[in-house]
């Protein structure tokens, strides 16, 4: 299978896709669904709350910040971790499209 050529895809395609690729894990889910509950920004209670070592933690807030779906802030030592809403905004707003875009016609396959 061949390199993917990212530049012949939209902006917003890009994107999605990288985006779609940070949530595509358990742990993440986990994590984004723990952000969610909190409401507020989360420093060191996913270790506690998800069962997870902290090295593996890290890595998949690494992850979700590249991906632009969390922010994080320093305080003191540690760094506290919240969903960053314009970027969850436009995933809603991205996946909703995508989703209207079909129409179940019952004619295919």
Not at 58 to 69: D, I, P, Y
Not at 81 to 105: G, H, M, R, S, V
């Amino acid at each position: 299978m061949g390199v993917t050529k990212s530049e012949i895809y939209t902006e917003e395609q890009n994107r999605l896709a990288v985006q779609l690729k940070a949530i595509a894990h358990p742990a993440r889910i986990a994590i984004l669904q723990e952000l969610i509950k909190a409401n507020a920004c989360i420093c060191g209670d996913l270790v506690t709350e998800l069962g997870l070592a902290q090295a593996t933690i890290s890595q998949h807030l690494k992850e979700l910040k590249n991906a632009g779906l969390i922010q994080g802030t320093i305080e003191g030592v540690s760094i506290c971790y919240c969903i960053e809403p314009k970027a969850w905004k436009n995933l809603q707003n991205e996946l909703n499209t995508l989703f209207a875009l079909y129409k179940d016609t019952n004619s295919c396959c």
